[in-house]
């Protein structure tokens, strides 16, 4: 669905029970099956409650793989990861699981999602098949309230900066990620480094607000400089970004959902729980270029 289209739908009379998690962003959705055949415009309020909070939460949710795409499908095309394409059956699917033992997870730095392609997802559905009895939670951060928290002189100095994106440390031989995680990506020889150029302030295709769009994952320099010279103004921004006052904490149950915006928002997994397993569903829903 493009900008435009989602826009017009979001003038919706239905009334959800949306309850705000933290001050800065996120929100539990109460009272909808998210299984079953939604109208348009209960899509369209969820799709709402998204864009008001950054990202949504649902409890008691049961999804197979088939439903969790469906439901994906309702607010845009699904995209496909190619670092985790060929490592299980359904390549619409990533199963991120951490087993008892293992010494790194998926997600365990301040990210957004696979932000080294040219058209970024815009957004992710997670669904938890199995949780530890305590910890592994997931921490999300508002990157409107990052940006307009800076100075005026700072966001006057990044205003025309781009950021270079690559995929170089979470996927490939030279990531070596795979021999301390149940969660593998590929490592193979055929690998090749992805590399894209993104503002480093996004303006955000529906609300019309400006955002921070970098981070510790992906983003590895500014555009006509070198590493170095990037490197003290780069980690400034990335670190500024999740500052406490800017995030939000959400401690799953099994059958619980995160839908996060991923133009606006970002994330990190807490590792803290090694003796336990952890298992996740993951959709991603295709987004268009920053600009």
């Not at 087993?99 to 938890?128: C, F, N, Q, S």
């Not at 305590?134 to 950021?163: E, H, V």
């Not at 440390?169 to 590399?195: C, F, H, I, M």
């Not at 992906?218 to 555009?223: D, N």
Request: hydrophobic share 40%; glycine share 8%; proline share 5%.
């Amino acid at each position: 669905m493009s900008a435009t289209a989602a826009a017009a739908t979001l003038h919706s009379s239905v009334a959800l029970d949306v309850r705000p998690l933290a001050g800065a962003c996120g929100a539990e959705i109460q009272g909808i099956d998210l299984a079953a055949d939604l109208d348009d415009a209960t899509i369209a309020a969820i799709r709402r409650a998204l864009l008001d909070h950054c990202v949504v939460f649902f409890h008691d949710q049961t999804l197979d793989a088939e439903q969790q795409k469906a439901l994906a499908r309702r607010f845009g095309e699904i995209f496909v990861h190619p670092n985790f394409k060929g490592t299980g059956p359904d390549p619409k699917i990533v199963e991120i699981r951490r087993e008892p033992g293992d010494k790194r997870i998926v997600g365990e730095e301040w990210h957004a999602d696979t932000t080294m392609v040219a058209e970024p997802p815009m957004g992710a559905i997670l669904y938890a098949i199995d949780v530890p009895p305590y910890g592994g939670d997931t921490l999300f951060a508002n990157q409107y309230a990052a940006y307009d928290a800076l100075s005026d002189g700072m966001k006057r100095l990044i205003a025309g900066l781009r950021a270079i994106h690559s995929d170089r440390k979470v996927a490939g031989p030279q990531a070596g990620l795979n021999a301390y995680r149940s969660t593998k990506v590929r490592e193979d020889t055929d690998w090749r480094e992805t590399v894209n150029t993104h503002p480093v302030v996004r303006t955000h295709p529906e609300t019309g607000r400006k955002c921070l769009f970098v981070n510790h994952s992906y983003s590895i320099g500014f555009e006509g400089m070198t590493e170095a010279e990037s490197r003290p103004l780069l980690e400034f921004l990335m670190d500024h970004g999740h500052r406490p006052e800017f995030t939000c904490r959400f401690r799953w149950r099994k059958g619980s959902v995160a839908f996060w915006d991923n133009r606006c928002t970002k994330h990190l997994a807490v590792n803290d729980t090694p003796t336990f397993r952890r298992h996740m569903r993951r959709v991603q829903i295709a987004g268009d270029r920053p600009f």
